[in-house]
């Protein structure tokens, strides 16, 4: 598997990233482990979780995904395997926001139930206007100097932001390395423009999630029937008229022209191989809850989109 480098982080990873937002929620442990040993079996490595995930299901507290991934580990042995990332800053019953003595405290936190002594990439998950961008960042370059962070990023952040925070590394203060926005083949208008450009000019990597758009972008949801076949559909009723069904058809014709390992293309795959193929993207990130799911899903490495293939999917 061809790695790329995540940025100026220092690290390299697969071009899939698996999303561990569903470990311990839509997936139970047992699931859990299917799906990240078939991640890893078929040459993946970063896994990409957060301290708040699943803390909106009822009866969890958050914490619950890396509990899970830090089990995995350690039951496979897997720690050298795989490029951990994780978060800090949205609402635990402990506290939340960027303020130093709240990042030290929540990164000991997950460290603990990750049950490891280096986290490889740790995100701001959200802005916090409450709290002065150098505080943060000088909180995140201590976790640096103490070892139990290797590089730091940006969850969230609009280009003003970001720049702000570019602008005010350097010295006692850690430098975002990469971005993880809300991008993809339906949503584009949060990162293309001045962000993207932003991170193109300072070398960050980008990791974007909803990168199927919640399960629109595989096709599963075509007309107001459909909406029934799970608990996200009521919120793709919006999404059958506009661009939507004109993006589907597209992709349609896009899937049709290719074949993978597993056969013919899915839409999935597009969705994915498309922001593959964005020049500044470095990896997409993707859910599964079976292992099933995610040998849909790994195949988009293989699939090269023509520029013809790409210029349809501009609707």
Same mark, same amino acid.
């Given at each position: 598997?061809?790695? #790329?480098?995540?940025?100026?982080?220092?690290?390299?990873? +697969?071009?899939?990233?698996?999303?561990?937002?569903?470990?311990?929620?839509?997936?139970? !442990?047992?699931?859990?482990?299917?799906?990240?040993?078939?991640?890893?079996?078929?040459?993946? &490595?970063?896994?990409?979780?957060?301290?708040?995930?699943?803390?909106?299901?009822?009866?969890?507290?958050?914490?619950?995904?890396?509990?899970?991934?830090?089990?995995?580990?350690?039951?496979?042995?897997?720690?050298?395997?795989?490029?951990?990332?994780?978060?800090?800053?949205?609402?635990?019953?402990?506290?939340?926001?960027? !303020?130093?003595?709240?990042?030290?405290?929540?990164?000991?936190?997950?460290?603990? #139930?990750?049950?490891?002594?280096?986290?490889?990439?740790?995100?701001?998950?959200?802005? &916090? /206007?409450?709290?002065?961008?150098?505080? =943060?960042?000088?909180?995140?370059?201590?976790?640096?100097?103490?070892?139990?962070?290797?590089?730091?990023?940006?969850?969230?952040?609009?280009? +003003?932001?970001?720049?702000?925070?570019?602008?005010?590394?350097?010295?006692? /203060?850690?430098?975002?390395?990469?971005?993880?926005?809300?991008?993809?083949?339906?949503?584009?208008?949060?990162?293309?423009?001045?962000?993207?450009?932003?991170?193109?000019?300072?070398?960050?990597?980008?990791?974007?999630?909803?990168?199927?758009?919640?399960?629109? $972008?595989?096709?599963?949801?075509? =007309?107001?029937?459909? $909406? /029934?076949?799970?608990?996200?559909?009521? #919120?793709?009723?919006?999404?059958?008229?506009?661009?939507?069904?004109?993006?589907?058809?597209?992709?349609?014709?896009?899937?049709?022209?290719?074949?993978?390992?597993?056969?013919?293309?899915?839409?999935?795959?597009?969705?994915?191989?498309?922001?593959?193929?964005?020049?500044?993207?470095?990896?997409?990130?993707?859910?599964?809850?079976?292992?099933?799911?995610?040998?849909?899903?790994?195949?988009?490495?293989?699939?090269?989109?023509?520029?013809?293939?790409? /210029?349809? $999917?501009?609707?």
């Amino acid at each position: 598997m061809q790695k #790329r480098k995540l940025g100026k982080s220092g690290l390299e990873i +697969a071009p899939l990233v698996l999303g561990g937002n569903v470990f311990g929620w839509t997936a139970d !442990k047992d699931a859990s482990f299917a799906v990240l040993d078939a991640f890893v079996g078929a040459g993946f &490595d970063a896994v990409d979780t957060a301290d708040v995930y699943s803390r909106w299901a009822p009866g969890h507290q958050g914490g619950e995904s890396e509990t899970v991934l830090g089990e995995w580990m350690k039951a496979r042995r897997s720690r050298g395997k795989i490029t951990l990332i994780t978060k800090v800053g949205s609402e635990m019953p402990a506290g939340k926001g960027l !303020k130093a003595a709240y990042i030290q405290q929540a990164c000991e936190a997950s460290l603990k #139930r990750l049950q490891v002594e280096t986290i490889d990439l740790y995100f701001s998950h959200f802005p &916090d /206007k409450d709290t002065p961008i150098d505080e =943060t960042l000088e909180a995140h370059q201590r976790l640096i100097e103490q070892g139990k962070v290797r590089a730091v990023g940006g969850s969230n952040y609009d280009a +003003a932001g970001l720049k702000q925070a570019l602008d005010a590394a350097g010295g006692s /203060k850690a430098r975002y390395t990469v971005l993880q926005p809300h991008y993809n083949l339906l949503v584009r208008d949060q990162y293309e423009g001045a962000l993207e450009d932003l991170c193109a000019k300072e070398g960050l990597g980008v990791i974007p999630y909803f990168a199927l758009a919640s399960g629109f $972008l595989t096709g599963k949801y075509r =007309t107001e029937a459909d $909406l /029934k076949k799970s608990a996200r559909g009521g #919120r793709m009723k919006e999404l059958l008229s506009g661009r939507g069904p004109k993006l589907l058809a597209a992709m349609d014709g896009v899937a049709a022209k290719h074949t993978t390992s597993q056969g013919g293309a899915t839409l999935a795959q597009v969705a994915l191989a498309w922001l593959m193929a964005r020049p500044s993207v470095t990896a997409p990130i993707a859910s599964a809850t079976t292992a099933a799911q995610l040998k849909e899903l790994t195949p988009a490495a293989e699939l090269k989109l023509s520029a013809d293939d790409l /210029k349809s $999917l501009d609707v």
